[in-house]
């Protein structure tokens, strides 16, 4: 193999290594909040209080921060000045 092949052939497997080791992007949200809350409501399910929010009512919330920090899929949301509140919400 000349050199330039090789050359060629080793960024090649080098674009492909480093293409795969990108994570996959996570969906969008609804809402994104800053901080907030969740209680248990049964059935592993929880609802949720949050402030600091951007976004939309839906039924998908992200929390950035605090004991409640993380990806909701919730069977109903509202946001109004910035402020949450979703109910039948699962753990994503």
Not at 45 to 70: E, L, M, N, Q, W
Request: with cysteine; hydrophobic share 40%.
């Amino acid at each position: 193999m000349r050199a330039s092949s090789l050359a060629v052939a080793l960024s090649a497997a080098a674009l492909v290594v480093s293409a795969s080791a990108v994570p996959a992007r996570a969906a969008v949200s609804d809402a994104v909040c800053f901080n907030g809350q969740r209680t248990a409501t049964g059935g592993g399910y929880y609802k949720v209080t949050a402030g600091g929010c951007d976004g939309h009512s839906g039924t998908t919330v992200t929390i950035r921060f605090g004991p409640a920090a993380g990806d909701y899929s919730c069977g109903w949301t509202f946001v109004w000045n910035s402020q949450l509140g979703a109910e039948n919400c699962t753990l994503v």
